[in-house]
């Protein structure tokens, strides 16, 4: 029952390993670059800070993106900010990159004038605390109340095509979406290991998942 947490140089891994050890009673937790060993396990966890341009260029070079496409088609998977926006089809980072694909639509730049409802102007990256208002009833929203608190850093935001997916939604200038859900993929923006109480609920929900 092993919890893998893919690693493609990218990320504070280990914070993300060592948040899902204090809540996964017992499961192992690796940290991983072996296509076999995310293949094998029971559990993925497919987190990520930085360029979307940098993540896919990692990932080709380790050659894993093919078996980061499989364990998202067929176990529980839980993406974090970046390892959230590649699953879509493109990126407009960096000049723009083609993603893993898995569902359709873009990631898109907040914007240099971005602005509050009252015209104030917000800063960009969006780097904090901020809301989540969980849009469906998931299990990985289990004992997490609506309107909870998550910690955010990101400069750019998911805009996919099947609003169907939307599992959560953040205010930040604008309306995006922070989690989105399918069978047994949930994906989220913000950072659960960076989230305090409610992270870790998060995170412990995932371990005790089956995908369903």
């Keep these: 029952m092993t919890i893998a947490v893919v690693d493609y140089g990218m990320g504070n891994l280990r914070s993300v390993a060592k948040a899902l050890e204090h809540v996964a009673e017992g499961q192992p937790v690796q940290v991983t670059s072996?296509?076999?060993d995310i293949r094998n396990a029971a559990r993925v966890v497919f987190p990520g800070q930085g360029a979307a341009r940098d993540c896919m260029h990692e990932l080709i070079q380790r050659d894993l993106q093919d078996v980061v496409l499989q364990a998202a088609r067929e176990k529980p998977f839980l993406g974090?900010?970046?390892g959230m926006q590649v699953l879509l089809d493109y990126s407009e980072e960096n000049a723009g990159i083609n993603c893993l694909g898995l569902y359709g639509g873009d990631v898109r730049f907040f914007g240099n004038d971005?602005?509050?409802a009252n015209g104030t102007r917000l800063k960009v990256p969006h780097m904090g605390w901020n809301q989540v208002q969980q849009t469906v009833d998931h299990p990985l929203w289990q004992g997490i109340e609506d309107n909870s608190r998550f910690y955010f850093v990101h400069?750019?935001?998911m805009?996919?095509?099947?609003h169907s997916l939307v599992t959560g939604t953040t205010t930040h200038g604008i309306n995006f979406v922070s989690a989105i859900g399918r069978n047994n993929v949930f994906a989220v923006q913000f950072h659960p290991e960076k989230s305090a109480r409610d992270g870790l609920q998060l995170l412990k929900n995932f371990s005790r998942w089956n995908g369903k």
């Design 155 to 157: 400069s750019y935001y």
């Design 34 to 36: 072996s296509a076999d």
């Design 80 to 82: 974090i900010c970046m």
């Design 114 to 116: 971005l602005r509050a």
């Design 159 to 162: 805009n996919p095509e099947d």
